[in-house]
């Protein structure tokens, strides 16, 4: 069995990017740019990838050290030095060596699969990947000979007019034989600006009489590398764009995928609808037949079946089958609303399960409780939970029907049947089936059980 290897060059300063952060690391789509290079070339698990760091070093080893192996480039002499401070890893231990860039996003596994492939079945020392485009954006130049063999690759900055005219661009991604490369990594000259530059291989191969192979890619918008943030965002629409597409034809409807966003790993269910300005972030789980917007945001939430989110904002919460949510409600960390709740709007949950059936219709804010089945949670209700140094926990049973404007000052429990009066402060429990009023609240009378 072939043993292939992977090598990611991302010891570049990224001038361009005008940043502080390195450039591999600048987020697409919730994500660090370089995680899409790496999953793109994990064909094998136990094979790490070996990133090449230089600039900003400490910031990606710590964002990927579980994921990959790195070796330094100290100081950066070009690309072609570069590979090489892989060879202490990787000789003998790779029959195929896969060489692409951590700022180019967008290349797919499949792509990269059909290079190694047919560097699999390739004589010669070399299979690259190239791309047919009217813009350039400083790629170097493909110059073949009559045949249509690869001869050369000229950088854009060496290139004649002529050469300048030719329309197939090197991206920079290549499969090697690695016996050949690590020879050849020495025999590459300096070039007038003291580097090595790895596109030499090619001439190196050609003048030992051997062959290079090109595969040309599908769609050139793979080959976008990210030098500046207008490239950024050139790459976050396309990555968004391809999300959006698979949720579609996997039966999710999206209103206006250019203003949708969904991050890589929300999973969501089939006849789920999405309306525009909606924002599904990472660690999310939406259930089938769902409606989720306009304006909507949810982030490390679970979404039952059957919910209807309205311009309401979700994060770290679980909502289980057929609640309907919003407009503006907010859903903090810790809150769990049941089967078919209804939450209005201006309302906000933190640290909390509301029990099936319960209602909570508009201008309340309930932390640190739990509350029964069927609950009716009048407008401007509060939870008083927190008394300055800890919060306190309020209890609220079954069939409750809180007053509009009531302060539940926790600790406090409200047993099951309960009613407290509008305008009421509640500083001690409730027993059930009881009417508690006033302020502070007291227990007025009884109320008869409902069968």
């Known amino acids: 069995m072939m043993r292939i290897r992977a090598v990611i060059l991302a010891a570049g300063q990224g001038t361009r990017m005008r940043s502080n952060l390195p450039k591999v690391l600048h987020p697409l789509v919730g994500r660090p740019m370089l995680q899409y290079a790496i999953e793109a070339v994990q064909r094998d698990p136990q094979a790490k990838p070996v990133i090449v760091v ?13 994921q990959v192996e790195f070796v330094s480039q100290e100081p950066q002499l070009g690309t072609a030095h570069a590979v090489q401070q892989a060879e202490p ?16 996003p967008l290349l797919t596994a499949e792509t990269i699969d059909r290079v190694v492939q047919a560097q699999m079945t390739h004589s010669g020392p070399i299979t690259m990947l190239t791309m047919i485009g009217q813009d350039p954006r400083g790629f170097g130049r493909v110059v073949r000979n009559e045949e249509g063999t690869v001869q050369a690759i000229i950088e854009e900055a060496q290139a004649t007019p ?40 090619i001439e190196i191969a050609v003048a030992d009489g051997l062959t290079v192979q090109a595969q040309v890619m599908d769609d050139p918008l793979e080959g976008i590398g990210v030098n500046t943030r207008v490239h950024l965002a050139e790459a976050e629409a396309v990555l968004r764009a391809r999300i959006n597409r698979r949720w579609m034809l996997a039966g999710v409807t999206i209103l206006d995928p250019g203003r949708t966003y969904i991050e890589p790993d929300v999973q969501i269910g089939q006849d789920t609808v999405i309306w525009p300005d909606t924002y599904l972030l990472s660690g999310s789980i939406i259930g089938a037949r769902c409606t989720l917007g306009p304006a909507t945001y949810v982030r490390n939430s679970q979404i039952g079946e059957d919910c209807k989110i309205f ?11 057929s609640v309907d949510i919003g407009p503006y409600a907010h859903l903090r960390k810790g809150a769990h609303l049941a089967k078919g709740v209804h939450m209005g709007n201006f309302g906000e949950v933190k640290n909390s399960y509301l029990g099936p059936g319960t209602k909570m219709g508009h201008f309340s804010y309930i ?15 509060i939870t008083c939970n927190y008394d300055g140094e800890k919060k306190n926990d309020t209890e609220i049973g079954s069939g409750v029907f809180i007053g509009s404007d009531t302060m539940l000052v926790a600790p406090v429990t409200l047993g099951e049947g309960s009613r407290t009066g509008a305008g009421s402060v509640v500083t001690k429990d409730v027993p059930p089936y009881t009417l508690a009023v006033g302020v502070p609240a007291r227990a007025i009378r009884k109320i008869p059980k409902r069968e």
């Open 367 to 381: 932390g640190d409780a739990h509350i029964g089945s069927e609950v009716n949670i009048g407008a401007g209700t």
């Open 54 to 66: 230089g600039h900003g070093a400490e910031q990606i080893r710590h964002s990927f050290r579980d």
């Open 162 to 201: 002529e050469q300048l005219a030719l329309q197939e661009l090197n991206p920079g991604v290549y499969c090697f034989s690695a016996d050949w490369l690590w020879d050849a990594l020495r025999r590459i000259p300096v070039s007038p600006k003291g580097e090595y530059y790895l596109t030499d291989a």
């Open 89 to 104: 890893l990787l000789k003998g231990e790779a029959d195929l060596v896969l060489v692409t860039y951590g700022d180019m």
């Open 311 to 321: 311009s309401s904002f979700v994060e770290g919460a679980r909502v289980e089958d």
